[in-house]
Each structure stands twice: as C-alpha cells, then as structure tokens.
T-cell receptor
Framework: GAVVSQHPSWVICKSGTSVKIECRSL??????MFWYRQFPKQSLMLMAT?????????EQGVEKDKFLINHASLTLSTLTVTSAHPEDSSFYIC???????????????FGPGTRLTVL | AQSVTQLDSHVSVSEGTPVLLRCNYS??????LFWYVQHPNKGLQLLLK??????LVKGINGFEAEFKKSETSFHLTKPSAHMSDAAEYFC???????????FGAGTRLFVKA
C-alpha cells in the first residue's frame, strides 16, 4: 500500500514556541491531506482538510490562526502549531488521499503520527 | 449524515479465544467501511475495508468483518486471539463522493495469557 510519513515522530517544546510537523506521501500524489488530533485514550478528531494549492478547510472549533496548514505540493503538507501551550500537547496524525477507482471511492492512508509535548 | 458507533469501549478476551468487536453505522449513502488498528503510540494500520463488493471481508492478521445492511453493522471478528492483538481498534465510515471520514470512539482490546 501507499506510504505516508511524518516528521518528526515526537517533539518536545517550550510554551510559546512554534512547531512544524511535516506529512509526506512517499510514493503517490495526494491532492487532499487531512490532519487529525488524538487525545490520550480518545478517538481521532479531524482538524482540517487541505487541498494542494488552496487554503485548508478547518473543522468547527479549530483555530486556523493557531494551526497553520500549508499544502504546497502534491506530496507535502505541513501543520504548524503556533505559540504552543501545554493544552496543545497531543498526538497529531496526518492522512493523504488519492483519488481513483470505481464509483468515486477514495483511498486514504495514514501517517505514523507525531507526539507533541509542550512544557 | 453519517455516524459510527462502537458498542464497546473495551473488550477483554483470553489468548486463543474468539474476538468480537462491534460496530454499527448510519449513512445516507452507500458507505465504505473500514477497521483500523492502533498500537500504543503508533499510527493507524488498515485491517480491512468494505467497498460494496463481497459482504464478508477478510483482512490482515486473521481478522474479518461482515457487512450486514439490514442490521447496519460491520462487526470485526477473529477466531483466535493472540497477545499481539492487544491494541485500540477503530471502525470508520466514509460515504461516496468524498464525504468526511468518521471515526468511531474506539474499542480497546485486552488479551489475557
């Protein structure tokens, strides 16, 4: 199957700093990428959907100025957590979608996740 | 509208006994259904998927799931649990035309020796 990578796999930062997380589709082009957030022992919550070359669409309650998403190419999307605070500590997972197949079905592949800890 | 409900927050089985993880869905359209597994501090791994072909879907590691439209269910089963199956399992629904992917709350599977 298609591979999605994330970098870094874990990061620790001080409160007030910004952190950038990269998501790459390694062997396919992804017109759409998704960013999820997962709190301990909880399910994944969609934060935003990004399409290459256009602005991301944020889910209700997600601050777009705090979670900056850039999808500059068909293989790379970045999530920048600006002025991070301890409550932003979480597991962030990206997903990339490739189109195709019958009936308009889409394949979605997930990255391994990035553990962010804000001190 | 779409939704997915995992009926058990946690399931505990003994090694070698069958596993049943329950999932019910609702969808206005013909859905695609998935089961993912997540081991601690790891990303998601696709176990299997249903996309309107055979109703009984076989996945990796001996897991399978049956799509039952009349019951709006997509339960995950395995004949014999292994210690390495201990993880979090997510049932996921996605409609056609690029509708959002909806995750269930997850079911934590414990496997006792």
């Amino acid at each position: 199957g298609a591979v999605v990578s994330q970098h870094p796999s874990w990061v620790i930062c001080k409160s007030g700093t910004s952190v950038k997380i990269e998501c790459r589709s390694l062997d396919f082009q992804a017109t759409t990428m998704f960013w999820y957030r997962q709190f301990p022992k909880q399910s994944l919550m969609l934060m935003a959907t990004s399409n290459e070359g256009s602005k991301a669409t944020y889910e209700q309650g997600v601050e777009k100025d705090k979670f900056l998403i850039n999808h500059a190419s068909l293989t790379l999307s970045t999530l920048t957590v600006t002025s991070a605070h301890p409550e932003d500590s979480s597991f962030y997972i990206c997903s990339a979608r490739i189109s195709g197949g019958r009936e308009g079905r889409y394949e979605q592949f997930f990255g391994p996740g990035t553990r962010l800890t804000v001190l | 509208a779409q939704s997915v409900t995992q009926l058990d927050s946690h399931v505990s089985v003994s090694e070698g006994t069958p596993v049943l993880l329950r999932c019910n869905y609702s969808s206005s359209y013909s859905p695609s259904l998935f089961w993912y597994v997540q081991h601690p501090n790891k990303g998601l791994q696709l176990l299997l998927k249903y996309t309107s072909a055979a109703t009984l879907v076989k996945g990796i590691n001996g897991f399978e799931a049956e799509f039952k439209k009349s019951e709006t269910s997509f339960h995950l089963t395995k004949p014999s649990a292994h210690m390495s199956d201990a993880a979090e399992y997510f049932c996921v629904v996605r409609g056609t035309g690029g509708f959002k992917t909806i995750f269930g709350a997850g079911t934590r599977l414990f496997v006792k020796a």
